[in-house]
């Protein structure tokens, strides 16, 4: 029997500062029948991570981690390029954890799958 997702985390870091972008608010999404459902919503800490995103066991499907980064840099004063992120991803099965970093500036972002 596979085990289901039980983690799913996020570090965000503005790279343009040189440091962890603090509350930045971050929904985690899965698809279901063409639609995304909200599953969970926080923001990151000051450290700019959401530990656990993860409101119970997750089935194996599509999923998206939405930062709303036009609330972050409005707070800061910048007009950034790209008012929201969205990163989809698939849990296939047998697979137990995600983190999902996010390497941010206000005209440019990157991701990969981390540990």
Known sequence: MAKPVKRISTHVLDVSRGKPASNLPVRLERQEAGEWRLLQSASTDQDGRCSQLLP????????????????YFD???????????????????????FHIPLLLSAHGYTTYRGS
Not at 76 to 91: A, C, D, N, R, W
Request: proline letters at 8%; a negative charge.
């Open 75 to 97: 707070r800061q004063e910048i007009v950034g390029l790209y008012p929201i992120v969205e990163v989809t991803f698939q849990v296939r099965e047998g697979e137990t954890q």
């Open 56 to 71: 119970g066991e997750l089935p194996p499907g599509w999923y998206r981690l939405v930062f709303d980064t036009a609330h």
